[in-house]
């Protein structure tokens, strides 16, 4: 087929492709005439109503095809020549989209904090801020002006404070039923201000009135305010609301350590905040009873106690619990882990204050396990909120778990215990987010399980590993190393057959720990008084060996190719399965030379060494040319030279015997690398 016949086939499909767009076409300008009309009918109703569709509708079929000709076919097809408009009404109709103005409306205001720029910024709030501190500091500085001459008596102050904040609240109550809503807040919020300034006036400096009824006029002035930005949704002032609610104990307070009180207090505003935002997805609000949660939980876990094992002493972790609770049960999962996340950490906070006094470990057990439960509790439906979510399956049951086994008795069995409890909540928690899965419909969701379950199935393996190091690893190092080495051993069957990367990294870290202290163990050993690998360190240094061993022939015969359960991707454990190829060899190269290093005297390890080098290379060698590994091949080459070398340089110290045993046996071995090598 010549290039002209390919030419004339192509611009024959391409016609096909207009055709088939016309009707489509059609439909298209169909619907913008019908849009223009509706336009020209609101900016001129008698004419427009009636010229715009027809307008629209002038062009026939075959102009129209040609028009979409001639943009397909630029260079056979005539150009299309604009079209002129018949009349002046068809011009005015067609032209309406591009030169008919807007019609008149009000205005709509963007959202708050939608494309507010830093001058709008700046005019919006912070002109607002700088005129409410000016006006602070000018009434301030006239009351301490008038106090100083005696003219404001403390009845007076406390009075003319009143009457001040009525008269800011009224201005801003009017402003808000003309229109001015944020700034009408605004003032309110400034009018609560001055309440709990006068109510700390009135009570704990000047004693008017004792510290109960001060306390309730602030929490009436906050809850009205709260109330109030609650019927027309200012989630803004509700925080203000919430927030001087939360204050007025601490702004109406003389010192006395009222801890009942203000806890009952504290708890009351957050559980009726929480019930009145819990669908309205206000995020600030709930941030803002997070942080009175963490403050009424820190501030009351620091009065002293005359008995730190009394059930007062726990009332602050308590409170925590509580307040972390109730987000659980009435919030929506987004804004539920904001405050229960919060509450979470003020418990870690009271736990590590008791458990530094000395307070009953049981409890402060109990109490860490529950929080930990929460927290895991906190992670599903999180959505891409990773931060969150790492801090829920990981940093607060480990926080949790640090306290609960400071808290124990520095028993090595008892914290073993502790730890492996915890390893066993992490393991559950795992399993229920992997249930979880498998109904999950949105991707967010799947990310946050997902990411979660892996937290958790880590934090089981680690914190299981760490049990067995806890509990033995002190008086019974290598039974330790043994039993971390079958564990990192079944730990790596778990992840071949669940086909779960997270495991890898408990394994990994545990593999990691028994090789190290294995080789501790041996090196600690007395050299030249000692059997070679029929000590206790040889076990744990063979436990280690084949703890590598198995996890890599786990993971070698992992099945491949599986399909994926519903919300799991498969996994691919190549990385790996390269790693756990490379490690056992070198282990049992470095274990077998650390064994023959100090046997039986100077002379014989010397000899063993020598031909320990030449044996290893050679080997080396050879099953790297059969199995055509070209790095173990080089490995090997290098090993069997250094033993030739090692003979040359340290065999003239040995007896006649040995001296030539060596000399023969590296010569020999380096004879059959040199054969294997003649064709290279």
Request: aromatic share 8%; proline share 6%; hydrophobic share 55%.
């Amino acid at each position: 087929m010549t290039d002209f016949e390919r030419l004339a086939q192509r611009v024959d499909q391409l016609e096909g492709i207009v055709r088939g767009l016309y009707p489509l076409v059609q439909q298209l300008r169909a619907d913008v005439g019908s849009l223009v009309a509706e336009r020209a009918t609101a900016a001129n109703p008698p004419a427009a109503a009636v010229a715009g569709p027809t307008a629209i509708a002038a062009d026939p079929p075959g102009q129209t095809r040609d028009a979409i000709g001639a943009m397909a076919e630029p260079a056979v097809a005539p150009t299309a020549q604009p079209r002129v408009a018949a009349s002046p009404a068809e011009g005015r109709a067609t032209t309406a989209p591009a030169a008919s103005p807007r019609p008149a409306g009000p205005r709509t205001s963007a959202p708050d904090g939608a494309h507010l720029t830093l001058e709008a910024a700046v005019g919006r709030y912070g002109t607002l801020a700088l005129a409410t501190v000016s006006i602070l500091l000018g009434v301030g500085a006239f009351v301490r002006w008038a106090i100083a001459h005696g003219w404001l008596g403390p009845a007076v102050r406390v009075a003319l404070g009143l009457l001040a904040a009525g008269a800011v609240a009224a201005i801003g109550m009017r402003l808000r039923s003309h229109g001015a809503r944020r700034f009408g807040h605004t003032l309110l919020a400034l009018a609560l201000a001055i309440v709990h300034v006068d109510a700390w006036g009135a009570g704990p400096m000047l004693h008017l009135v004792s510290s109960p009824v001060a306390l309730g006029g602030a929490a009436m002035a906050s809850a009205a305010l709260a109330w109030l930005a609650l019927v027309d949704g200012e989630p803004t002032t509700f925080s203000v609301g919430v927030g001087g609610a939360l204050l007025a104990p601490f702004v109406t307070s003389t010192g006395e350590p009222h801890v009942v009180a203000v806890l009952t207090f504290g708890y009351a505003v957050i559980a009726i905040s929480v019930w009145a935002v819990r669908d309205r997805g206000w995020e600030i609000p709930v941030a803002i009873l997070a942080l009175g949660s963490v403050v009424y939980t820190a501030v009351t876990a620091r009065v002293s106690q005359p008995d730190w094992t009394a059930p007062a002493a726990f009332l602050p972790a308590t409170f925590a619990l509580g307040c972390a609770s109730t987000a659980m049960f009435v919030l929506p999962p987004r804004y539920r882990s904001t405050l229960a996340q919060g509450a979470l950490v003020a418990l870690w906070n009271a736990l590590a204050i008791l458990t530094a006094r000395g307070s009953l470990a049981s409890v402060v057990t109990g109490a860490a396990a529950v929080g930990t439960i929460v927290a895991y509790a906190t992670v599903p439906r999180l959505g891409d909120a990773a931060l969150r979510m790492v801090v829920g399956a990981f940093i607060l049951p480990l926080a949790l778990l640090c306290t609960a086994v400071w808290a124990v008795p520095a028993i090595p069995i008892d914290r073993a215990l502790v730890t492996a409890g915890w390893g066993a909540g992490a393991a559950v928690a795992a399993t229920m987010y992997d249930r979880l899965l498998s109904g999950a419909t949105t991707s967010s969701t799947d990310w946050s399980l997902l990411t979660g379950r892996s937290f958790a199935i880590a934090m089981a393996g680690l914190e299981g590993g760490a049990a067995i190091v806890i509990g033995f690893g002190e008086r019974h190092p290598v039974l330790s190393t043994v039993l971390l080495a079958m564990y990192s051993a079944a730990l790596a069957v778990v992840a071949a057959q669940r086909a779960w990367p997270a495991v890898l990294v408990p394994m990994f870290v545990g593999l990691a720990v028994t090789s190290l202290w294995s080789w501790q163990l041996l090196a600690a050993r007395a050299e030249y008084a000692y059997t070679p690998f029929l000590t206790r360190p040889s076990l744990a240094a063979a436990a280690s060996v084949a703890g590598w061993v198995v996890a890599a022939i786990a993971i070698r015969r992992a099945p491949r190719g599986r399909p994926a359960r519903p919300g799991v991707a498969e996994t691919d454990l190549t990385a790996a399965l390269g790693l756990l190829t490379v490690v056992p060899p070198v282990l049992l190269f470095l274990w077998v030379r650390q064994e023959l290093a100090g046997a039986v005297s100077s002379e014989v390890s010397t000899f063993l060494l020598i031909a320990y080098y030449a044996v290893a290379g050679v080997g080396a060698v050879f099953f790297g040319r059969a199995r055509t590994m070209p790095p173990v091949r080089h490995a090997g080459l290098a090993v069997a030279v250094y033993a030739a070398l090692k003979a040359v340089a340290e065999a003239s110290h040995l007896g006649i015997g040995l001296r030539v045993s060596s000399y023969l046996l590296a010569g020999a071995f380096l004879l059959a690398v040199a054969y294997w090598y003649r064709a290279a």
